[in-house]
């Protein structure tokens, strides 16, 4: 797939580029370009444009807007020490793009050219990229149905797009977030699309996360669907359990079944994890096990992982049968050592032993 660039002609003044990445949110400001790709199921993917970032014009019979046909990734660019730009395993986000791909029936972007397409958009839009910790150009390519029509059947169009905006901190770190465990809704099931990310998934947990608001919780905590008793992830973040204290906890996860979303950022923190000397383990986890175990105090710390808030420590979780709180309720000392080891890979201030950063420009 090649690349043609089309300037945007009106980019946004230096000044209000300065202003908005030192202060950048998330999700606030979008960059001056955006990347978009079309594919059609005669002629495979067109050349892909790098033009200005602005609205797209699509029939309203377009698919996406009837059966939901569409997929997507978050990924994020760092500034380096030395003032260049990295990306942190994008070919592992190509890879997830692909399986996602194949799931909702759309067609599937080569890793190569997807990487590439991200590439592409980093080095043209470098002066977004925020310098401190914590903070990054983050990126979010997606795909949509585009065949106009109402027939229900797989799409024979489709588009290819990436838009970027400059981040801060999502979570604020130093306070642990509060999460209703829903019994009531469901955010996957097996054999359904837990794997993908589609943004059906999203569509079908807003609900829960309202009702959560309403418990007065930060976030939603979703089980398995059939027993209502697994703990499988926390909104849109997978979930981590440390039993134990100091160098002999076990940093605990639970297991990959086909209903949670295969996060690059928990794939990370397993090797980590292993990294800075602590077991880590793989497994179920039940509701009547997280209540026992932070009782007990055998669970001294529990986080949530995730592209766009790294790690947030996780403390009160309520539900209908109860309210239990982990440690005092604030960050535990490990959760921090993770999330400061990671951000230091990212960052490029602590070696990346495993060869996950891709420098870009
Ligand atoms: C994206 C996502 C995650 C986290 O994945 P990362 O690759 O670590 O960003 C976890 N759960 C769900 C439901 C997600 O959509």
């Known amino acids: ?48 444009e ?4 602005g609205p797209i014009s699509l029939d309203p019979a377009a698919m996406v807007f009837h059966y939901g046909q569409e997929i ?50 980093v080095k043209l839009e470098s002066k977004w990229v925020p310098s401190k ?12 149905a585009t065949e106009v029509g109402l027939g229900v059947r797989p799409s024979n169009k489709a588009m290819f797009s990436i838009i970027a905006t400059p981040a801060g901190a999502y979570f604020n770190a130093e306070k642990a977030v509060t999460v209703w465990i829903s019994t009531e809704y469901v955010r996957a099931a097996q054999g359904g699309t837990g794997e993908a ?27 398995d669907a059939i027993e209502r008793r697994w703990v499988e992830e926390m909104g849109g973040m997978n979930l981590y359990f440390v039993r134990g204290q100091g160098k002999d906890a076990t940093i605990f996860t639970p297991k990959l079944t086909g209903t949670l979303l295969p996060g690059i950022t928990r794939d990370s923190i397993l090797s980590v994890a292993k990294d ?8 179920m986890i039940s509701i009547e096990e997280w209540r026992d175990g932070v009782a007990s105090g055998e669970i001294s710390e529990i986080f949530a992982c995730g592209t766009a808030a790294v ?51």
């Open 50 to 53: 790098l033009k200005s970032y």
């Open 72 to 121: 997507f990734e978050g990924m994020k660019a760092y500034r380096q020490p030395d003032g260049s730009v990295a990306l942190f395993r994008p070919d592992a986000n190509g890879a997830r793009f692909m399986r996602s791909a194949a799931r909702v029936a759309l067609p599937e972007l080569p890793v190569a050219d997807f990487v590439n397409c991200v590439e592409e958009l």
């Open 276 to 283: 800075l000397g602590y077991k880590t383990e793989e497994g």
């Open 311 to 361: 790690i947030a420590p996780v403390g009160t979780a309520k539900s209908a049968k109860g309210t239990w709180i982990t440690g005092d309720g604030s960050p535990g000392k490990i959760t921090m050592q993770i999330r400061n080891h990671l951000l230091g890979i990212q960052h490029g201030t602590i070696a990346d032993k495993h060869g996950w950063m891709r420098k870009v420009c």
């Open 197 to 223: 990310k589609c943004g059906g998934n999203y569509a079908a947990s807003l609900l829960a996360q309202q009702e959560a608001a309403k418990q007065g919780c930060d976030q939603v905590v979703w089980l």
């Open 133 to 144: 910790i914590g903070e990054s150009l983050y990126l979010r390519p997606f795909m949509i």
């Open 1 to 48: 797939m090649k690349i043609k660039i089309k300037p945007n002609p009106n980019p946004v003044k230096d000044a209000d580029r300065e202003r908005f990445v030192a202060e950048p949110g998330f999700g606030k400001y979008f960059t001056d370009h955006m990347l978009v790709a079309e594919w059609n199921q005669n002629s495979g993917w067109n050349d892909a």
